[in-house]
């Protein structure tokens, strides 16, 4: 079975501190597919990161981070020096199982105050 | 630019009426997505299809029905049949296989029946 665990259901920051968002996920395929997205008001998913199984190489790009692990089945993501902006609602994924369906967590909402 | 459209951004329908929501895409992607989500819930698949004149229930079809007749188009009808349709329809897109193995999104659908 194929499932996506966010924790967090809610998680309010300061500006400026850092703050993780953690993301565990179960299946028993070997190759599998994991995704970031941020949902802002607006409504949007706007995609962040995907990382392959194959690939436990933790990735940066500017304020955000992504740790992948695999012994502990999990893709946790970081945003360093919080802003106002990253206020939103944010999504992990797994494309996996019988015809490579899509199992998203339930989301975790982020508020930055200023 | 390449992406997905959504139309339109409100609707409003009485109770009792078949309504259908617009998503169409140019990224020449294979398959496409409908999704529902209620305030402060995640993402529920309805339907999803991965070739033209095919689609396949998701977790909550009831009360939905879908086409797929063009590659670029997959509207979605919400019939007088489901009984809580007032919600946010996000409608995605995602290639079959190959590196870029996301779902992109739409700007989505926020359905209020009264």
């Known amino acids: 079975a194929q499932k996506v665990t966010q924790a967090q259901t809610e998680i309010s920051v300061v500006e400026k501190e850092d703050v993780t968002l953690d993301c565990v996920y179960e299946?028993?395929?070997?190759?599998?597919?994991l995704f970031w997205y941020k949902q802002p008001p607006s409504g949007e998913l706007v995609f962040l990161i995907r990382?392959?199984?194959?690939?436990?190489q933790n990735e940066i790009s500017g304020r955000y981070s992504w740790n992948f692990q695999k012994s502990t089945s999990s893709f946790n993501f970081t945003i360093t020096a919080s802003q106002v902006v990253d206020s939103a609602v944010y999504f992990c994924a797994l494309r996996g199982g019988a015809g490579n369906q899509f199992y998203f967590g339930t989301g975790t909402s982020l508020t930055v105050i200023p | 630019d390449g992406g997905i459209t959504q139309s339109p951004k409100y609707l409003f329908r009485k109770e009792g009426q078949n309504v259908t929501l617009s998503c169409e895409q140019n990224l020449n992607h294979d398959a496409m997505y409908w999704y529902r989500q209620d305030p402060g819930q995640g993402l529920r698949l309805i339907y999803y299809s991965q070739i033209v004149n095919d689609f396949q229930k998701g977790d909550i079809a009831e009360g939905y029905s879908v086409s797929r007749e063009k590659k670029e188009s997959f509207p979605l009808t919400v019939t007088s049949a489901q009984k809580n349709p007032t919600a946010f329809y996000l409608c995605?897109?995602?290639?079959?296989?190959?590196?870029?193995?996301?779902?992109?999104f739409g700007p989505g659908t926020r359905l209020t029946v009264t």
């Open positions: 995605a897109s995602s290639r079959l296989a190959g590196v870029t193995y996301e779902q992109y």
């Open positions: 990382r392959n199984s194959f690939d436990e």
């Open positions: 299946t028993r395929d070997t190759t599998y597919y």
